[in-house]
């Protein structure tokens, strides 16, 4: 069983930079996958980046390749998001989940999730 708190979240300019930190329970973090998916209003929930329980491979969404940046810390049990050059089409509620084998791209594929934590991009 994980349990996950994602924290970071906030109203930011557009061009401007954002880290997303996912804080997981649980002793085995270090086994799972993990993936960040977002959510806007009216839409499905969607794919934006995941990392291997090593962190040494990491996946990314075109729309945000070259922009975010995930990361992990297995020593402290987080994920991270960094978010820069951020537009107003990241606008989104931000959830991370986790799996425990490799990184998939479809949000049913993940067994974990946190309650998820508000972006908000003003042009």
């Known amino acids: 069983q994980v349990q996950l708190v994602e924290s970071g979240g906030g109203l930011v300019q557009a061009g401007g930079s954002l880290r997303l930190s996912c804080a997981a329970s649980?002793?085995?973090?270090?086994?799972?996958?993990m993936g960040w998916f977002r959510q806007a209003p009216g839409k499905e929930r969607e794919f934006v980046a995941a990392?291997?329980?090593?962190?040494?491979?990491?996946y990314y969404a075109d729309s945000v390749k070259g922009r975010f940046t995930i990361s992990r810390d297995n020593g402290k049990n987080t994920v991270y998001l960094q978010m820069n050059s951020l537009k107003p089409e990241d606008t989104a509620v931000y959830y991370c989940?986790?799996?425990?084998?490799?990184?998939?791209?479809?949000?049913?594929?993940?067994?974990?999730w946190g309650q998820g934590t508000q972006v908000t991009v003003s042009s």
């Open positions: 989940a986790a799996r425990g084998s490799r990184p998939r791209y479809r949000p049913d594929e993940y067994d974990y």
């Open positions: 649980g002793r085995t973090f270090s086994s799972y996958a």
């Open positions: 990392i291997t329980w090593s962190g040494i491979s990491t």
